[in-house]
C-alpha cells in the first residue's frame, strides 16, 4: 500500500516544520523524523522537506529518519556521518508513540 508523504519545511540551516510540529536540530530532517514518531505518527510514512519550493531531500519512511543522528567531527572541516541511535534510545522513542496511543496516517 502507497503511504502518502508527510510534508515538511526547512526554515534557516537547523529548524524543520511540519504543521504546528518545529524542531530545532543540527539535522533538522532526521530530527523531525524522530518528533513525528514520537506524537505516533505512521512510522513508515515517507517524508519530504522542501526549501522554498524546491525539494531537498526525501525520507523512505519517518521510522528510518528517526533512527539515525549526524556525528559530530570535531571542528567541523570533515562532512558530518550518519550513525544509527542506540538500541535504548530507538526504544524510548518507540515506548513514547505507543504510550500517546495515537495512529496518525
Known amino acids: 500500500m502507497s503511504r ?3 510534508y515538511a519545511y526547512l526554515i534557516g540551516s537547523d529548524l524543520c516544520r511540519v504543521g504546528d510540529l518545529v524542531v530545532r536540530h543540527n539535522a533538522p530532517v532526521l ?5 513525528l514518531v514520537e506524537a505516533g505518527y ?3 510514512r515517507p517524508l519530504w522537506a522542501f526549501r522554498g ?7 523512505k519512511g ?10 559530530k567531527t570535531g571542528n567541523g572541516s ?3 556521518s550518519f550513525r ?3 538500541r535504548e534510545r530507538w526504544s ?3 515506548a513514547r508513540a505507543k504510550t500517546r496511543g495515537q495512529g496518525k496516517d
Open 62 to 71: 519517518i521510522g528510518w529518519g528517526a533512527q539515525y543522528i549526524v556525528a
Open 31 to 35: 530530527g523531525m523524523c524522530c518528533k
Open 42 to 44: 505512521d512510522d513508515e
Open 92 to 94: 524510548d522513542v518507540k
Open 53 to 59: 519550493s524546491e525539494l531537498a531531500m526525501k525520507v
Open 84 to 86: 544509527p541511535l542506540n
Open 78 to 80: 570533515k562532512p558530518a
Open 4 to 6: 502518502s508523504p508527510i
